[in-house]
C-alpha cells in the first residue's frame, strides 16, 4: 500500500532547529517536512507521494524549484528533490481558508490528490487557522470514501521551547522540538462514529473491528496479562453477536439469551475498572440501558427483539421476529415444541383461519383439521390465539410483500414501519387487556 505524506506550508520566518520523534531526533532542518521524511523510515520508499498545500504567499516566501533560485539559502522545493530524489514530491496551490467557500474549495483539492488505498500520513504544523481541523474531517470522509488509512498526524511543536527571541539565542543544534502524533484525536473520531452507528442502528460490527483493532497490540503482547483488555474484547464480539442475531432473525438463539447474559456479565466485570480506550467507559451503560430485559431462556425476548428493530429501523426484521415470537407463544401455551415446523405451520393457517369470516370453514382451518385435527382445534379455541391473530394477521400481507420484493404486492413503503408499530402496539394492549400483565 502506497503511502502519501499530506503537509501545509505556511508563511512564518521559520528558524532552524532538529525535530524529535519516537525516541530519535532528526538533523537540524528549517522545515518539518525534511524532518518527517527523515524520522518516518516508512515513508522512505520510492512508492511515497509527498504533497505540499501551498497559498501563493507561502509558495513565493518558501518554495523553489530548482538551485537557480537567487534565495541566500535554499527553500524547500529544492531541498525535498535534493534529500530525497526517489519521491515524488508534488506543490499545490490552494486558496487561503479566509471563507466557508475557500475550506471547502481547499477540501475539493486536498481529497482529488488521494488515491484508493493508500496510507496518509498528514502534518499540520504549519496549517492555517481552522485547517487543522478541517484535515482530521477529510481524513474521516476520506478513509469511508477512498479506503485509506491512516499512517500518522503530526504536529511538530516548535513552541515549547519558548518564544522566538529566546529560541534565537540557542544554538541550531540544540533546539529540540518534539514531535506529536495526534492519531488519538482521530481515533476519537472513529469512536464517535462507531458509537454512534451502534447505538442508532443497532449495528455493532464496525465497534467490534475497531476495538479489535485497538486492543491487537496490547492482547499480542506476551509480556502483560491485561484482564481488563481482555473483557473490552470480550464486550465487543459479544456486541457484535448480539445485533448478528437480531440483524438475521435467529429467534431461537435470542430466546435462548445466553449471549445477552454473557454480555450482562462482561459489563459487570468491567464496571468501576480502568478501561484502555476511554469512550468504552460511558458506552458500557448506553449497552446496558440497550438490553436491560433480556433474560435467560425467555420467549419475550423475541417481543424485546422487535422493539430493538423498531427502535433501528429494521422493518423487515421486525415483521418476521413479531410473527414468529407470536407462533412460539401460542406453542408454549399448549406446550408444544416450537421448534416443530409442521406445527408452526398448523399455527399460522388457524390464526389466518380466525381472522376469516368464514372461521371455522375457512379452506386454511380445514387444512390445518386433516394435518392434525386435535391441535388445530386447540388452537382455534385458545385465548392467546385471540388476543394475538389480529395483529398477526395485520402483518402477513407486508411480509408477504417484503419477501416477493414487492412484486406480488403493491404496498408502499412507507406502509411497513408505521404498520408493524402499530401492529405491536395492538398486541400489547390486547395481551394486557386480557391476562391483566405487560407482554414484556
Known amino acids: 500500500m502506497p503511502n502519501h505524506l499530506l503537509s501545509f506550508l505556511g508563511t512564518g520566518n521559520y528558524l532552524p532547529c532538529r525535530y524529535q520523534y519516537a525516541g530519535e531526533t532528526s538533523s537540524v532542518v528549517n522545515y518539518i517536512q525534511l524532518a518527517l521524511l527523515e524520522l518516518l523510515k516508512d515513508l522512505q520508499r520510492s512508492d511515497t507521494r509527498v504533497s505540499i ?13 530548482d538551485a537557480s533560485s537567487p534565495s541566500s539559502s535554499p527553500r524547500l522545493g529544492y531541498l525535498l528533490k535534493e534529500k530525497f530524489p526517489f519521491i515524488d514530491v508534488q506543490a499545490v496551490l490552494i486558496p487561503e481558508g479566509k471563507n466557508t467557500e475557500e475550506l471547502w474549495q481547499i477540501f475539493k483539492i486536498v481529497f482529488d490528490h488521494l488515491k484508493e488505498g493508500e496510507t496518509l500520513y498528514l502534518d499540520v504544523t504549519h496549517s492555517f487557522r481552522s485547517l487543522p481541523i478541517f484535515g482530521l474531517a477529510l481524513l474521516n470522509y476520506s478513509r469511508i470514501v477512498k479506503n485509506v488509512q491512516i499512517g500518522g498526524i503530526f504536529y511538530g511543536a ?5 518564544p ?36 442508532s442502528t443497532g ?38 453477536i ?10 431461537a438463539a435470542i430466546q435462548k439469551g445466553e449471549t445477552f447474559l454473557k454480555l450482562q456479565r462482561t459489563f459487570q466485570d468491567l464496571q468501576g475498572k480502568s478501561l484502555n480506550f476511554k469512550p468504552l467507559e460511558p458506552l458500557l451503560y448506553k449497552v446496558q440501558e440497550k438490553i436491560h430485559g433480556f433474560r ?33 407463544h401460542q406453542l408454549k401455551f399448549l406446550s408444544e415444541n416450537p421448534a416443530d415446523r409442521e406445527k408452526r405451520e398448523i399455527v399460522s393457517i388457524v390464526f389466518g383461519a380466525k381472522g376469516s369470516p368464514l372461521g371455522t370453514a375457512d ?32 402483518l402477513r400481507d407486508l411480509r408477504n410483500s417484503i419477501n416477493h420484493g414487492g412484486f406480488t404486492e403493491q404496498t408502499s413503503a412507507i406502509r411497513f414501519k408505521t404498520n408493524l408499530e402499530e401492529s405491536f402496539t395492538l398486541l400489547k394492549n390486547r395481551y394486557k387487556e386480557t391476562y391483566s400483565e405487560e407482554l414484556f
Open 53 to 65: 498545500f501551498l497559498t501563493r504567499e507561502a509558495g513565493e516566501k518558501h518554495w523553489e524549484p
Open 158 to 162: 516548535f513552541e515549547v521551547m519558548g
Open 164 to 199: 522566538a527571541k529566546e529560541v534565537e539565542r540557542i544554538a541550531p543544534e540544540d533546539r529540540i522540538a518534539p514531535v506529536f502524533d495526534l492519531r488519538n484525536v482521530y481515533t476519537l473520531m472513529e469512536w464517535s462514529t462507531a458509537v454512534h452507528v451502534f447505538l
Open 203 to 240: 449495528r455493532a460490527e464496525e465497534l467490534a473491528e475497531l476495538v479489535r483493532g485497538n486492543l491487537k497490540p496490547i492482547l499480542s503482547d506476551p509480556g502483560k496479562i491485561n484482564l481488563e483488555a481482555k473483557g473490552e474484547q470480550k464486550l465487543a464480539d459479544m456486541l457484535r
Open 242 to 251: 448480539v445485533s448478528l442475531d437480531l440483524l438475521t432473525n435467529r429467534g
Open 296 to 328: 435467560e431462556e425467555d420467549l419475550r425476548n423475541g417481543y424485546r427483539g422487535v422493539q430493538w428493530c423498531i427502535q433501528h429501523g429494521w422493518v423487515q426484521q421486525g415483521i418476521t421476529q413479531l410473527q414468529e415470537t407470536i407462533i412460539t
Open 363 to 394: 379452506r386454511g382451518y380445514q387444512e390445518g383439521l386433516k394435518r392434525n385435527q386435535h391441535l388445530t382445534k386447540t388452537i382455534f379455541d385458545h385465548k392467546f390465539c385471540e388476543v394475538a391473530s389480529p395483529p398477526y394477521n395485520q
